[in-house]
């Protein structure tokens, strides 16, 4: 039993996802992974947010959904994919479903949509 609870205590230290270690970008990193090697974001706001203005490419998938709807992720699960929310706090939980659904290049933007208007990168209106 001592080994069984020291093997599990070594595995949840160690992994990315529990310790909280999910890579992050910056809202530029964000911009020129998008042109330079397709990265996918992931707007994880709700719908509102979403109709009132969001970065152009982007997939639109709330967090609430986002367990539900990760098949439509799959063809990009070994390419980056950048999740992004109003300030980063929903993307990171939503980087991390993404991880433990098999992700391999999984990044949450800092900051969210609020760092990327700050940034002056473009945002698409509806």
């Not at 809202?27 to 090697?37: F, L, N, V, Y």
């Amino acid at each position: 039993m001592k080994k069984i609870l020291l093997l599990l205590s070594s595995l949840l230290s160690s992994s990315d996802i529990f310790a909280g270690t999910l890579p992050s970008v910056s809202p530029r990193q964000a911009a020129e992974m998008q042109t330079q090697q397709k990265a996918v974001i992931v707007d994880v706001r709700e719908n509102d947010e979403w109709n009132a203005g969001h970065i152009a490419g982007a997939i639109h998938i709330p967090l609430g959904e986002i367990q539900n709807r990760v098949t439509e992720l799959a063809k990009y699960q070994n390419q980056p994919v950048i999740t992004q929310c109003r300030s980063g706090s929903r993307s990171a939980k939503a980087a991390e479903l993404l991880k433990i659904a098999g992700f391999t290049n999984v990044h949450n933007m800092d900051g969210g949509l609020n760092a990327w208007q700050k940034a002056d990168l473009k945002v698409q209106q509806n």
